[in-house]
């Protein structure tokens, strides 16, 4: 009897327990909200080991009951080893450590600040008086990180600020001289001239919004003092003044002038091509009608090579195979191997295996640096090696290949030049034993020997990609793309991946990574055996953050989300789902043109979609010219030419380019130059009218349409 | 005991009913062959006249996605207005672009042969995408030569890829999975005869003539009289198509994929009547 009692009682509680349970209001999951810590998304930054995340509940704990000693003891027991590590912050964004106890401490209540001095006023001095020689910028950092609140935080920001901005890195400047503005109200060091600093800092550094604001409190707030500075004295607001008014005098005293010129390009009339390098030909000739069907059917026949014009000479990666063209002549200078090698790669049906995007050039100076490798080189996971050559001759400088520090590097994305440094994404290839997930890097490389200067893990990918790449029938594989800009010191890594991060471009300190919501750009969907019922999706082509004012646009090759991010506010200004199939073209005033299926020109103060205009074969790849007075791609049927303001197809100049896949589109000063799979074409820019003739002796009219540089690039 | 016999007796009685249901079944003359008490003579009576197409058609697709369901909408209505102001731009009397049903569905997801019960969306998010056929046709090219045929097709194919549609039948199958169905009438232009009743009337009455011609010599051969028609069934009814669900295609009509004379082909059952002599009633 005593066991049927029981019985009764637990269904009774176990019914109770899920009817309560059914009646609980569901927990609104926010799909939205990403956390660098989702075992399902792709990219995972370095992250912050679970002691971390237990002391910092500890302090939160703790702070709740102002048990202020032991909260701050729990903030303490953070290693220093961990202060690079990256935690959840706000908004979206993956901060580290040291930044997120640095929030932390400045948030505290007056209360706890004086509990705080009480306990760490004296460490935090010691580290102040021993902050000289090469130590110093370590130890304020450390101070700027761990000790800000105390009585020397303040003075240590300042300092730091100072060698900062001696360094270049003024955005890092600006926010040490911010945060002892808007964090220190008791500090003892001048408001005014910290403004000026700041605001000078801020203007070095691009962020004009924020400068106009600092001008504004400096002249409400502070116009009673007198501060001094390079040499000037004077209120703050007039003396920020004078020192921005003397900084642009110089940068535009050094900018060469720009040659004026109408800046339209026409192609209004069949124009003949001024010079046409058949590149395809060369592979086919001697093919035999089997060969040939085999080749055109390998997706390697459809690869666009990637092209870079310095000077007069335009480079040119085929595939690994690199040429030197005079654009004024339209002859070869010389070729780093015959194009006809490509043959036997016909054959071959691993080209599948490969994402051929990666193949890249790039040009400055006497030096080209190719990214490619050996196509003859079966090994499918065979990393992709850095060459430098000399521009005049093709030679090799140096190759990655041949120095240790690339060893297990496999580099991925296409290099850009900036400060004088090379930068690059590479795969790490997990640890030394080769074991466990790739890792995303960038890498800061001396361009004139290859020497790596340093090398920042963005992140450990949670699938592997490089075992994700097999296809069917010569299909291409595609896999994430990871691009690069630089600005104002700073290098921006879109890894394609979910995490979009910024790395100093000197050290190379990861500042903080932007995680986004994405699917993985190469997942299993292409095995039949695995859920392959959703059609593959050929993926646009990866775009690079677009900088548009003070934010840059982000839009990841497998996300559905665009969005804007204020990079050194940290916050996200507006995002909007979008297609996603969508890619960043350009701007064009306040209209953000996107390719994809389509072409379509975004509003971006209203945020709403104005139009879209299909092109033939749709813009998935390829550099689409964006510019105020129209829109130009090469596409299988020609070049068509859209208004950008309604997306009309103002007309289709078919050219020379026919029987290709489309391709590239790149202005020069003289020429319009159409890379396709077959062709590089150049075609003569002209002022508009039937009348503009050709021939030697129209060059000048022809150079009459010089903008000055080249433009709209993607 | 009893309840045993009973049990036994209607298993017996349920069991005989059964197989002489089944036997009646299988008496009754199965609908593709004669009757098995046929009288008289059926024969088969055939032509075929053929005819030049009098339309061309292409196929195109117009379609949009995205997350935004607004988007989508802008996309697909500006994608369409392109492709009719494009067509309209030719001034071609003759040619009108006809709009099929819209579809409204999710992209990329398609029917599963390999899996019942649906499929696992694997997606974050959904985009939705909007489709609608259009079929681009080009009237009276029957008076046409095979040139002038050959310029109208090459610029309605121009200007439709130009304005950027999908231009054929669109490969939206799996391409892992063999279907011949999905194989079919995958030409880019389409040659339609929707036109053809004078030709259709002169074909049954070829027919009727040849079935009469068949009779008369089974008559002659056995020295009977050849009576009336009693009977005629249609075997094979020129372009007629059996109704489909969301059917948008004319059920009468006939397609070829190439510039050709498209044959017209009638196939009749004809059943004659034996006139029996004086000595035979």
């Known amino acids: 009897m005593k066991r049927w009692v029981i019985a009764a009682w637990l269904l009774l509680a176990s019914t109770a327990i899920a009817a309560s349970a059914q009646d609980a209001p569901a927990k609104p999951k926010d799909e939205d909200k990403v956390s660098n810590d989702q075992p399902d998304r792709p990219l995972q930054m370095p992250p912050a080991s679970t002691e971390v995340k237990e002391a910092l509940d500890d302090f939160d704990r703790f702070k709740r009951r102002s048990a202020w000693e032991r909260a701050l003891k729990a903030l303490y027991t953070i290693p220093e080893d961990q202060a690079s590590k990256f935690i959840d912050g706000e908004n979206g964004f993956i901060i580290p450590v040291a930044s997120k106890r640095r929030q932390l401490l400045a948030a505290l209540a007056p209360a706890a600040q004086t509990a705080y001095r009480l306990f760490y006023d004296a460490e935090a001095q010691r580290l102040f008086k021993e902050a000289a020689g090469p130590n110093e910028l370590k130890s304020l950092e450390r101070i700027y990180s761990a000790y800000f609140t105390t009585s020397v935080g303040d003075n240590a920001a300042d300092r730091l600020g100072d060698f900062y901005f001696e360094l270049g890195h003024f955005d890092r400047a600006a926010n040490c001289w911010l945060s002892v503005l808007r964090e220190c109200p008791d500090t003892d060091l001048s408001r005014g001239l910290l403004g000026v600093k700041a605001g000078l800092a801020l203007y070095r550094a691009g962020r004009r919004t924020e400068l106009e604001q600092i001008r504004s409190e400096l002249a409400d707030r502070y116009s009673d003092e007198r501060v001094s500075l390079g040499g000037q004295t004077a209120a703050p607001a007039a003396l920020l003044g004078q020192l921005i008014e003397s900084e642009k005098a110089t940068v535009d005293a050094e900018q060469p002038a720009r040659i004026a010129g109408p800046a339209n390009l026409k192609l209004d009339t069949e124009i003949d091509a001024d010079w046409q390098f058949k590149f395809a030909a060369s592979v086919e000739a001697g093919m035999n009608e089997a060969e040939l069907v085999q080749w055109e059917s390998n997706a390697l026949s459809a690869v666009v090579p990637s092209v870079t014009i310095d000077g007069s000479t335009l480079f040119a990666n085929y595939l690994g195979y690199i040429i030197a063209i005079d654009t004024k002549s339209g002859k070869m200078l010389w070729r780093s191997g015959s194009f006809h090698h490509l043959e036997a790669m016909g054959n071959q049906n691993f080209a599948g295996m490969m994402d051929t995007s990666r193949f890249t050039i790039l040009a400055a100076g006497d030096q080209i640096w190719t990214l490619g490798r050996d196509l003859k080189d079966q090994n499918f996971f065979a990393p992709f090696q850095l060459v430098c050559r000399r521009a005049t001759s093709g030679e090799v400088v140096w190759q990655s290949h041949d120095l240790s520090d690339y060893a297990q590097l496999d580099l991925c994305g296409p290099p850009i030049l900036a400060a004088g440094k090379l930068f690059i994404p590479a795969k790490g290839q997990g640890n030394q034993q080769n074991q466990g997930m790739p890792q995303q890097l960038v890498l800061a490389i001396q361009p004139h020997d290859g020497k790596v200067l340093w090398k920042s893990e963005i992140g450990s990918f949670r699938q592997n990609q490089m075992y994700n790449r097999w296809g069917w029938g010569g299909n291409m594989m595609t896999e994430a793309q990871p691009r690069l800009i630089y600005r104002v010191g700073a290098i921006y890594i879109e890894t394609h991946a979910g995490v979009l991060a910024r790395l100093d471009a000197d050290s190379g300190a990861l500042d903080w990574g932007y995680a986004y919501q994405t699917d993985p750009v190469q997942g299993q969907g292409r095995f039949f055996w695995n859920g392959y019922m959703q059609m593959p999706e050929t993926p646009a082509t990866g775009s690079a953050p677009l900088e548009s004012g003070e934010t840059l646009v982000v839009k990841g090759m497998q996300s559905t989300k665009l969005f804007a991010l204020d990079p050194n506010r940290m916050k996200v200004a507006w995002e909007r789902p979008v297609a996603r199939s969508s890619r960043l073209l350009g701007t064009i005033g306040t209209n953000l043109i996107m390719g994809g299926d389509e072409i379509c020109g975004l509003d971006l103060p209203n945020k709403t979609l104005q139009w879209a205009t299909r092109v033939p074969n749709g813009c998935l790849s390829g550099r689409v010219l964006v510019r105020p007075d129209g829109l130009w791609q090469l596409t299988s049927r020609g070049i068509v030419e859209l208004d950008p303001k309604s997306g009309e197809v103002r007309r289709i100049f078919r050219g020379k380019d026919l029987g290709t896949v489309g391709g590239d589109l790149i202005l020069t000063d003289t020429l319009l130059l159409a890379v396709s799979n077959r062709t590089i074409t150049a075609y003569p820019r002209r002022p508009a009218g039937p009348q503009a003739s050709r021939g030697e002796d129209s060059n000048a009219k022809r150079l009459s349409s010089i903008t000055g540089e080249n433009e709209g690039i993607e | ?281």
């Open chain 2, 1 to 281: 005991m009893k309840r045993t016999l009973l049990a036994g007796a209607a298993a017996l009685y349920f069991f005989w009913t059964s197989g002489s249901a089944q036997a009646q079944y299988f008496g009754q003359p199965m609908e593709s062959r004669p009757p098995d008490n046929i009288e008289g003579f059926t024969v088969s009576g055939k032509a075929r006249v053929s005819a030049k197409p009098n339309l061309v058609e292409i196929d195109l697709e117009v379609s949009a996605s995205s997350e935004l369901t607004a988007d989508a909408i802008v996309k697909y209505r500006d994608a369409r207005k392109r492709i009719h102001d494009a067509f309209a731009a030719l001034k071609l009397k003759n040619v009108e672009v006809e709009e099929r049903g819209l579809l409204v569905d999710q992209k990329g997801m398609m029917q599963n042969p390999y899996m019942w019960g649906g499929q696992m969306n694997t997606r974050n998010k959904t985009e939705v995408q909007l489709t609608r056929k259009l079929v681009v046709k080009a009237s009276n090219i029957r008076e046409l030569s095979e040139e002038a045929v050959l310029q109208l097709v090459a610029k309605l194919l121009d200007v439709a890829q130009d304005a950027g549609a999908r231009v054929g039948a669109q490969n939206n199958f799996n391409p892992y999975y063999y279907n011949p169905w999905q194989n079919m009438n995958t030409s880019l232009v389409r040659f339609v005869l929707d036109d053809f009743d004078k030709q259709l009337e002169d074909a049954y009455e070829k027919a009727i003539a040849d079935a009469k011609t068949r009779a008369q010599r089974l008559a002659r051969l056995s020295k009977v009289e050849l009576g009336p028609v009693v009977a005629v069934r249609e075997v094979a009814i020129p372009g007629e198509r059996p109704a489909m669900a969301e059917d948008e295609v004319p059920r009468k009509r006939l397609e070829a994929g190439k510039f050709q004379d498209i044959p017209i082909n009638v196939d009749l059952m004809v059943r004659f009547d034996i006139r029996r002599t004086p000595d035979q009633k």
